[in-house]
């Protein structure tokens, strides 16, 4: 049935081709003098449609375009371009994607230098790229049945749709003013990975529960808005305005049926309703600008105040604590101060620096959520069941200066420095009031003749902070955490940098860029548990080669690297053994890629592009008082891509575009290899292989 759909709609654009191609002849014999001019001068408007067909099903190359499904699909974009001479207004209309289920369009009409208005829509799928078998019931509801026991299950796709308008209008103003108002509505419907399940459970705090599969649904709404008055004078540019968010969720909470009862008090099927994610909104008054005091000197501004509010009514249906009131009363306030300056006091010297400060208040009340955290849990430690806000002050600046020396030498220098103040409390995670973070930048860089140019740049940063707060439990009692967060960690940094450009020949370009970097990370008091040492290499090698007017190539290659060496131990045993393990994490990418493209004839053109990458995670995985057992498998993918075209200009203004792509996606990815207790399996095709042909046919006029 699909190859005589696709038969149909080819025999369709056949037809379409033939009319046009006839309806046309008469205008390219015409004069071309005048054919030149008013190609020159007049904006050109284009369309482009056809047919193309998918020969495999897959998960990955259409998960965000729909071409998921083996079949026929449209192709058709429009580019619509009018100008109105005596007026001066434009018209413009953009749709690209029009056959499939990621497009878009946008319309535009405007006055130049006095008014001008959009509107546009788009919508965005995104497929689950991964296959459920499940026998919950209910799907993209809120009120899923779970199965009791497990239970095998039937194919379920999952799948989530934003749906976007927009409008925006602006209109200058006498004085050097212009007014700009924008707004925009996105919608997102569908369904997507969610669950639930208990970690401890009887019959003893090394136990593990149950984690069952329950989809969330999703139906909610978020608006963007904004106003804004720009004035641009010769010195002096300013703009200041509002800007505001609001986001609307339909579905409150899971009303969850059924699921398993083994755990008793702590059995999933106990964790029901559950809250989803709350009604919240923003809003934002700025003023930004900048100043020339003169044709080598620049300063600029910006100063922002923003009330983040997360007010909604908790449901009826939910248990809740005595005295937390109807809703959390969320409230962040944060206030940006931001001024840079860059400047040429000199010939030979120029100099840019900024400086940036960021408080982020968060006046939420702190209230007791959670009675039942006093109670002593299955470790024998009970907690204070407040919730925690967490207020943040950041303060950043830069220095830097840049001076010419002889024979072609440049020298920078910099200086950053980064400082952050954090609030909250230590409970079961380590935390510091404190880090900061000073950098420094020692660069050189020459024109070595008129085909090379380097840079050489070595960059050192070092990392501290206040003294780690005692972790403690709900009666103060401490809890110890030795092991220091990746953003908290005291740290040194020693970085590396080369640059080169090369034109050994005029048709031959080369880029060569090649950077190492070593960290040293330190510990919680008494502990090296946690980070200890980290790098990253990266390499990489760009060329352009020009072969004629009427072709060109490119092509790359890049290396990344990147190595964590990292230990923690395990909970206690039977035998009151706490175990340590260390990892060394190793993160390897290689990728490489080129590209073709110039004109066989007059007529005709075409192109070719190939790309592969290949990406392996190590884990690495000791145990320090056992055996090598348990060790977690390594992870690679590789991913390849060829894409080529024809194009065949049948007149000026009308042709033929065949396209073909190859897709290869192959993963050894285990991660999101579930089995839930309910029985749902979660899965992936490990090794996907795409074709798609499409041809098409382009006309454009004037």
Do not use: C
Request: hydrophobic share 30%; no cysteine; net charge neutral.
């Amino acid at each position: 049935m699909n190859i005589s759909i696709f038969r149909r709609k080819f025999s369709l654009f056949t037809i379409i081709v033939a009319i046009l191609s006839f309806a046309t002849e008469t205008v390219w014999s015409s004069d071309k003098e005048n054919d030149l001019l008013k190609e020159l001068t007049k904006p050109k408007s284009t369309i482009n449609f056809g047919t193309g067909y998918l020969f495999n099903d897959n998960a990955r190359f259409g998960q965000y375009s729909g071409l998921r499904n083996e079949g026929p699909y449209g192709i058709f974009n429009v580019d619509i371009v009018r100008r109105n001479d005596d007026t001066g207004t434009w018209l413009k209309l953009l749709g690209r994607n029009l056959g499939l289920q990621n497009r878009d369009v946008r319309f535009e009409h405007s006055k130049q230098g006095k008014w001008g208005y959009f509107i546009d829509y788009s919508q965005t799928p995104r497929y689950e790229p991964f296959t459920v078998n499940t026998a919950v019931s209910g799907i993209g509801t809120t009120d899923p049945h779970i199965p009791t026991s497990s239970t095998p299950g039937d194919p379920a796709q999952l799948k989530t749709e934003r749906q976007s308008i927009g409008f925006g209008y602006n209109k200058f103003l006498p004085g050097n003013l212009e007014f700009q108002l924008h707004f925009r509505n996105e919608d997102k419907d569908g369904a997507r990975l969610f669950g639930r399940g208990n970690r401890l459970g009887e019959p003893g705090p090394r136990a593990v529960g149950g984690f069952e599969f329950i989809p969330e649904p999703i139906n909610s709404t978020t608006r963007q808005f904004g106003a804004s008055l720009d004035y641009a004078g010769k010195q002096l540019q300013l703009s200041g305005g509002y800007y505001g968010t609001m986001y609307n969720n339909k579905n409150h909470l899971l009303n969850v049926t059924g699921g398993s009862t083994v755990g008793g008090i702590d059995a999933p099927s106990v964790f029901s309703p559950i809250a989803l994610a709350p009604d919240n909104q923003s809003h934002q008054a700025f003023l930004s600008g900048g100043y020339s005091f003169n044709p080598t000197t620049r300063g600029t501004f910006k100063a922002a105040y923003t009330r983040a509010t997360q007010t909604d009514t908790f449901s009826p249906s939910l248990i809740t604590a005595p005295g937390i009131g109807f809703n959390l009363g969320g409230r962040i306030d944060t206030t940006l101060l931001q001024a840079g300056l860059t400047a040429r006091p000199l010939s030979k010297l120029s100099i840019n620096t900024n400086f940036r400060f960021e408080d982020r208040d968060d006046k939420t009340p702190v209230l007791l959520y959670n009675p039942m955290a006093a109670l002593l849990d299955y470790n024998e430690r009970s907690w204070n069941g407040l919730n925690n806000p967490r207020s943040f002050r950041t303060i950043t600046s830069k220095f830097e200066a840049s001076y010419a020396l002889p024979k072609d030498f440049r020298l920078i220098g910099s200086i950053d420095y980064d400082h952050r103040d954090r609030s909250g409390i230590a409970t079961n995670t380590s935390h510091r009031s404190r880090t900061d973070e000073i950098s420094y930048r020692a660069e050189l860089r020459r024109s070595l003749s008129e085909t090379i140019t380097g840079t050489i740049s070595y960059i050192h940063s070092n990392r501290f902070g206040s003294n780690f707060l005692t972790n403690t439990t709900g009666t103060g009692d401490p809890f110890f955490n030795l092991i220091a967060p990746f953003n908290l960690a005291d740290r040194t940094r020693d970085k590396v940098r080369l640059m080169a450009n090369w034109e050994p020949i005029e048709p031959l370009s080369l880029q060569l860029s090649v950077d190492e970097s070593f960290d040293n990370f330190g510990h919680r008091a008494g502990s090296d548990l946690g980070l200890r040492k980290g790098s990253a290499r990266n390499y990489s090698l760009d060329a352009t080669y020009t072969f004629s007017e009427a072709w060109q190539a490119t092509a790359w290659f890049s290396r990344n690297e990147t190595h964590i060496d990292q230990a923690s131990r395990n909970p206690e045993t039977d035998s009151k053994i706490r175990e340590v393990w260390s990892a060394n994490l190793q993160d390897l990418g290689t990728s490489f890629g080129a590209d073709i493209n110039g004109k066989l004839t007059e007529k005709i053109e075409t192109g070719a592009n190939f790309l592969y990458s290949d990406f392996t995670n190590k884990f690495n995985q000791k145990v320090s008082l056992e055996p090598q057992v348990n060790t977690v498998p390594n992870i690679s993918t590789q991913y390849s891509s060829m894409r080529f075209y024809a194009k065949y200009d049948i007149r000026r203004n009308l042709g033929l575009r065949l396209d073909y792509i190859l897709d290869h996606f192959k993963t050894n990815e285990w991660t999101w290899n579930w089995n839930y207790s309910d029985g749902t399996k979660l899965t992936q095709d490990t090794n996907q292989m795409v074709n798609f042909v499409f041809l098409s046919a382009y006309y454009s006029w004037q």
